[in-house]
Protein backbone atom coordinates (compact mmCIF):
# COMPACT_ATOMS: atom_id res chain seq x y z
CA UNK A 1 0.00 0.00 0.00
CA UNK A 2 1.55 3.58 -1.01
CA UNK A 3 -0.70 5.42 1.02
CA UNK A 4 -3.54 4.49 4.03
CA UNK A 5 -3.85 4.31 7.92
CA UNK A 6 -0.89 3.15 10.39
CA UNK A 7 -0.52 3.15 13.83
CA UNK A 8 2.80 2.68 16.02
CA UNK A 9 2.89 2.79 20.12
CA UNK A 10 3.41 6.15 22.16
CA UNK A 11 3.65 4.32 25.12
CA UNK A 12 1.81 1.99 27.96
CA UNK A 13 1.67 2.18 31.64
CA UNK A 14 0.16 -0.54 34.01
CA UNK A 15 -2.56 1.31 36.30
CA UNK A 16 -3.30 0.86 39.93
CA UNK A 17 -7.34 0.68 38.92
CA UNK A 18 -8.88 -2.97 39.42
CA UNK A 19 -9.40 -5.26 36.96
CA UNK A 20 -12.98 -5.24 35.50
CA UNK A 21 -13.02 -8.71 35.09
CA UNK A 22 -11.30 -10.73 38.04
CA UNK A 23 -10.86 -7.46 40.18
CA UNK A 24 -7.08 -7.36 41.06
CA UNK A 25 -5.52 -4.46 41.10
CA UNK A 26 -2.17 -2.99 39.55
CA UNK A 27 -2.58 -5.73 36.79
CA UNK A 28 -4.52 -3.48 34.10
CA UNK A 29 -1.93 -1.91 31.57
CA UNK A 30 -3.13 0.81 29.12
CA UNK A 31 -1.19 0.69 25.47
CA UNK A 32 -1.70 3.74 23.64
CA UNK A 33 -1.70 4.23 20.11
CA UNK A 34 -1.09 7.15 17.62
CA UNK A 35 -2.95 6.06 14.88
CA UNK A 36 -1.87 8.38 10.95
CA UNK A 37 -2.00 8.70 7.80
CA UNK A 38 0.83 7.54 5.68
CA UNK A 39 2.33 8.59 2.10
CA UNK A 40 4.99 5.78 1.25
CA UNK A 41 5.40 4.58 4.45
CA UNK A 42 6.42 7.67 6.01
CA UNK A 43 3.63 9.05 7.79
CA UNK A 44 2.04 12.80 7.06
CA UNK A 45 0.30 13.60 9.93
CA UNK A 46 -1.60 11.84 12.89
CA UNK A 47 -5.26 11.05 12.89
CA UNK A 48 -5.81 10.33 16.36
CA UNK A 49 -5.31 8.08 18.91
CA UNK A 50 -6.76 4.33 20.37
CA UNK A 51 -6.22 2.39 23.11
CA UNK A 52 -6.03 -1.17 24.69
CA UNK A 53 -6.27 -2.44 28.17
CA UNK A 54 -4.97 -6.16 28.78
CA UNK A 55 -4.93 -7.25 32.67
CA UNK A 56 -2.00 -9.46 33.20
CA UNK A 57 -3.31 -11.40 36.13
CA UNK A 58 -6.42 -12.76 33.50
CA UNK A 59 -5.69 -11.86 30.04
CA UNK A 60 -9.06 -9.83 29.78
CA UNK A 61 -8.60 -7.62 27.15
CA UNK A 62 -10.78 -4.32 25.81
CA UNK A 63 -10.35 -1.80 23.50
CA UNK A 64 -10.87 2.01 24.11
CA UNK A 65 -14.74 1.90 22.61
CA UNK A 66 -15.17 -0.80 25.60
CA UNK A 67 -13.53 1.15 27.86
CA UNK A 68 -16.14 2.09 31.44
CA UNK A 69 -16.11 5.44 32.80
CA UNK A 70 -13.41 4.62 35.30
CA UNK A 71 -10.94 2.96 32.64
CA UNK A 72 -11.39 5.98 30.18
CA UNK A 73 -10.57 8.22 32.89
CA UNK A 74 -7.69 6.10 33.56
CA UNK A 75 -6.72 5.72 29.79
CA UNK A 76 -6.94 9.67 29.18
CA UNK A 77 -4.82 10.18 32.14
CA UNK A 78 -2.01 7.82 30.92
CA UNK A 79 -1.93 9.16 27.21
CA UNK A 80 -2.11 12.82 28.36
CA UNK A 81 1.79 11.29 29.79
CA UNK A 82 3.10 10.64 25.39
CA UNK A 83 3.55 13.41 22.93
CA UNK A 84 2.88 12.53 19.10
CA UNK A 85 6.55 11.28 17.94
CA UNK A 86 7.95 14.04 15.15
CA UNK A 87 8.03 11.51 13.18
CA UNK A 88 4.29 11.09 12.86
CA UNK A 89 4.64 14.08 10.99
CA UNK A 90 7.49 12.64 8.96
CA UNK A 91 6.67 14.60 5.31
CA UNK A 92 5.83 17.93 7.22
CA UNK A 93 9.05 17.58 8.99
CA UNK A 94 10.73 16.64 5.89
CA UNK A 95 9.22 19.69 3.57
CA UNK A 96 9.97 22.03 6.60
CA UNK A 97 13.74 21.15 6.28
CA UNK A 98 13.83 20.70 2.72
CA UNK A 99 11.80 23.86 2.02
CA UNK A 100 13.99 27.00 3.27
CA UNK A 101 17.36 24.70 1.60
CA UNK A 102 15.80 24.83 -1.49
CA UNK A 103 14.72 28.51 -1.95
CA UNK A 104 18.14 29.50 -0.50
CA UNK A 105 19.89 26.96 -3.40
CA UNK A 106 17.72 28.88 -5.99
CA UNK A 107 18.64 32.17 -4.86
CA UNK A 108 22.11 31.91 -4.40
CA UNK A 109 21.96 30.17 -7.93
CA UNK A 110 20.16 33.26 -8.77
CA UNK A 111 22.23 36.06 -7.18
CA UNK A 112 25.40 34.11 -9.34
CA UNK A 113 23.55 34.29 -12.63
CA UNK A 114 22.71 37.75 -12.23
CA UNK A 115 26.91 38.36 -11.10
CA UNK A 116 27.56 36.60 -14.71
CA UNK A 117 25.03 38.88 -16.68
CA UNK A 118 26.10 42.00 -14.89
CA UNK A 119 29.91 41.21 -15.71
CA UNK A 120 30.39 38.79 -18.07
CA UNK A 121 33.72 37.09 -19.20
CA UNK A 122 34.43 35.51 -22.62
CA UNK A 123 33.97 31.55 -22.56
CA UNK A 124 30.64 31.87 -20.14
CA UNK A 125 28.37 29.31 -21.10
CA UNK A 126 24.49 29.73 -21.11
CA UNK A 127 22.23 26.65 -20.71
CA UNK A 128 19.39 27.47 -23.09
CA UNK A 129 15.58 25.64 -23.06
CA UNK A 130 14.74 25.91 -26.70
CA UNK A 131 11.57 23.87 -26.35
CA UNK A 132 10.07 20.29 -24.87
CA UNK A 133 12.79 18.50 -24.59
CA UNK A 134 15.26 20.52 -26.39
CA UNK A 135 18.32 22.06 -25.05
CA UNK A 136 20.94 24.37 -26.41
CA UNK A 137 24.58 26.29 -25.41
CA UNK A 138 25.19 30.03 -26.02
CA UNK A 139 29.31 30.89 -25.72
CA UNK A 140 29.81 34.51 -24.68
CA UNK A 141 32.33 35.33 -27.64
CA UNK A 142 32.07 39.22 -26.43
CA UNK A 143 30.70 42.26 -24.96
CA UNK A 144 29.86 45.88 -24.59
CA UNK A 145 28.77 47.51 -21.15
CA UNK A 146 24.80 46.64 -22.28
CA UNK A 147 24.77 43.79 -24.27
CA UNK A 148 26.34 40.33 -24.78
CA UNK A 149 27.18 38.30 -27.79
CA UNK A 150 27.11 34.39 -28.25
CA UNK A 151 28.30 31.95 -30.05
CA UNK A 152 25.38 29.67 -30.69
CA UNK A 153 26.43 25.90 -30.46
CA UNK A 154 24.92 23.75 -33.35
CA UNK A 155 24.45 21.24 -31.31
CA UNK A 156 21.04 20.32 -29.54
CA UNK A 157 20.02 17.42 -26.75
CA UNK A 158 17.14 16.32 -25.31
CA UNK A 159 17.86 16.63 -21.48
CA UNK A 160 19.76 19.69 -19.60
CA UNK A 161 22.34 17.64 -17.74
CA UNK A 162 24.00 16.72 -21.11
CA UNK A 163 24.56 20.19 -21.45
CA UNK A 164 28.28 18.91 -19.94
CA UNK A 165 28.75 16.19 -22.19
CA UNK A 166 32.40 16.46 -23.32
CA UNK A 167 30.87 16.72 -27.25
CA UNK A 168 28.54 19.70 -25.78
CA UNK A 169 31.71 21.78 -24.10
CA UNK A 170 33.94 21.30 -27.33
CA UNK A 171 34.84 24.19 -29.20
CA UNK A 172 34.56 23.33 -32.95
CA UNK A 173 30.76 22.67 -32.27
CA UNK A 174 30.21 26.48 -31.21
CA UNK A 175 29.05 28.56 -34.38
CA UNK A 176 31.43 31.33 -35.10
CA UNK A 177 29.64 32.82 -37.99
CA UNK A 178 26.06 32.59 -35.62
CA UNK A 179 27.19 34.83 -33.84
CA UNK A 180 24.50 37.17 -32.68
CA UNK A 181 23.91 40.05 -28.96
CA UNK A 182 21.23 40.08 -26.72
CA UNK A 183 20.67 43.05 -24.17
CA UNK A 184 21.43 42.46 -20.69
CA UNK A 185 17.59 43.30 -19.83
CA UNK A 186 16.55 40.73 -22.82
CA UNK A 187 18.85 38.19 -20.91
CA UNK A 188 17.57 38.75 -17.70
CA UNK A 189 14.46 38.56 -18.72
CA UNK A 190 15.30 35.32 -20.36
CA UNK A 191 16.78 34.36 -17.04
CA UNK A 192 13.41 34.86 -15.33
CA UNK A 193 11.41 33.04 -17.39
CA UNK A 194 13.73 30.13 -17.23
CA UNK A 195 14.56 29.87 -20.91
CA UNK A 196 18.06 30.05 -19.62
CA UNK A 197 19.03 27.25 -17.44
CA UNK A 198 21.87 28.22 -15.95
CA UNK A 199 25.12 29.88 -16.49
CA UNK A 200 28.45 28.45 -16.22
CA UNK A 201 31.79 29.95 -15.62
CA UNK A 202 34.81 27.24 -15.23
ZN1 LIG B 1 -8.01 -9.28 35.35
Known amino acids: MIYGFGKGELGSETSHIACVNCGQKDFVKFTVLGKYF ?27 AQF ?24 LFLFA ?17 NGFITSPAIGDRYEIKLGWRSYTLYKVASFTKDS ?3 YPSTL ?4 ERMLDDDKMLKEEN ?23 RDIVRD
Not at 49 to 57: D, H, T, W
Not at 76 to 83: A, C, L, N, Q, V
Not at 174 to 196: A, N, P, T, V, Y
Open 156 to 159: EVNK
Open 148 to 150: IYF
Open 68 to 91: NPEYTKEYYRISGKFKTPKRHFGW
Open 38 to 64: HLIFIPVFPTGRKGQSVCANCRHALEN
Open 97 to 113: IITPFMLWHQSCNAKED
Open 174 to 196: FDKEGIFGLSKKEIIDLRESEKI
